[in-house]
């Protein structure tokens, strides 16, 4: 007779109980940075709602942003960190292949030997990560669980390329998720168009960068092919969110898009139809496109400055590189 499996014990629901945030440790503002692409600080602002962006000191990585905000994340929870046995790393920034960050990220705030892994969903990375920790939660494979977007972007960006330069950012958001009685994050709506890979990526490889085919790989992107992605094909991925949620626009307390350009936030908002009463997190002003990180630093800025938020429904949506995207309905901690 075949021995009977023990399964893990199963949680019928997660939520966000804490967030933590960290941002470079310099605020450079957009006269810093116009030289090398010909423009001017009233171009930038006009075209993104970017005045200054977060950047980090060269002896800063992007391991180190994360282990910050994880460590904030895991003291306002009240989680003694041996009990978190998931921690989730979205980045595209990690210059260090190997070790994963999440593993470093995990042994420093005293989580060993909980599974850790990194994940690459560029600005969609944060909601992947919660959309992951929300199932292993449900699913008994994981009790709490440390989710991050961490990126230090400025090691991988060109200062002469128009296309994104003056776009980024560096910094990392993170959130501890656990059990819940009810419900805390809904259905995620996620995927991929890999046939339109080219509109956002890498301009050339390690493997070309070694051979000294071609110069170190740095971002770039289609800019106007990537507006209009965002405002028409990412409109629908949110509104079938809300939809799957059971959530109408006037439900929600917050919306927090991923914060790539200050036009891209408003048109989204417009095209939801989203009511007046609904805050929406606008962090690109200060800290720039931070990728995987911006949706959870966003959302940590719109709490410390509207704490009665918490409790409220928030829609997040993240859309970028791959191309990929992901969005969500949670409950705000």
């Not at 805390?184 to 390690?206: A, C, F, I, K, P």
């Not at 417009?270 to 966003?298: C, M, W, Y």
Request: charged share 20%.
């Amino acid at each position: 007779m075949t021995a009977a499996l023990h399964a893990a014990p199963v949680h019928a629901y997660s939520r966000i109980l804490a967030m933590g945030a960290a941002r470079g440790e310099n605020a450079v503002p957009n006269d810093d940075i116009v030289g090398p692409i010909n423009s001017s600080d009233e171009w930038i602002r006009q075209r993104t709602g970017i005045a200054t962006r977060a950047r980090a000191n060269a002896t800063t990585s992007a391991t180190d942003l994360a282990i910050a905000a994880a460590k904030e994340a895991v003291e306002k929870s009240g989680i003694d960190p041996a009990q978190i046995d998931l921690v989730i790393c979205g980045t595209i920034s990690n210059v260090q292949q190997t070790p994963s960050m999440a593993a470093l990220v995990a042994d420093a705030i005293g989580a060993t030997p909980a599974a850790a892994y990194d994940q690459n969903a560029a600005c969609a990375g944060y909601c992947y990560g919660i959309a992951q920790a929300d199932a292993l939660i449900r699913t008994g494979a994981a009790t709490y669980a440390v989710v991050i977007g961490a990126e230090k972007l400025s090691d991988i960006v060109d200062p002469t390329d128009r296309s994104i330069s003056f776009l980024l950012g560096d910094g990392a958001g993170a959130a501890v998720l656990g059990p819940s009685e009810t419900p805390g994050v809904s259905v995620s709506q996620w995927g991929s168009d890999g046939s339109r890979g080219d509109l956002v990526g890498m301009n050339h490889t390690l493997v070309e960068f070694r051979n000294g085919t071609a110069p170190w790989p740095t971002l770039r992107q289609e800019g106007p092919s990537v507006f209009r992605w965002a405002v028409w094909d990412m409109v629908k991925v949110a509104k079938k969110a809300l939809d799957d949620a059971g959530v109408a626009p006037e439900d929600l307390a917050a919306f927090v898009p991923h914060q790539a350009n200050g036009r891209i936030i408003d048109e989204f908002a417009k095209q939801l139809g989203l009511p007046d009463t609904v805050k929406i997190g606008r962090d690109i002003e200060t800290t720039g496109n931070t990728s995987a990180a911006s949706i959870p630093l966003a959302t940590h800025r719109l709490l410390e400055e509207n704490p009665e938020l918490s409790g409220g429904l928030s829609l997040q949506i993240g859309f970028g590189a791959g191309l990929v995207y992901a969005a969500q309905v949670v409950v705000l901690p």
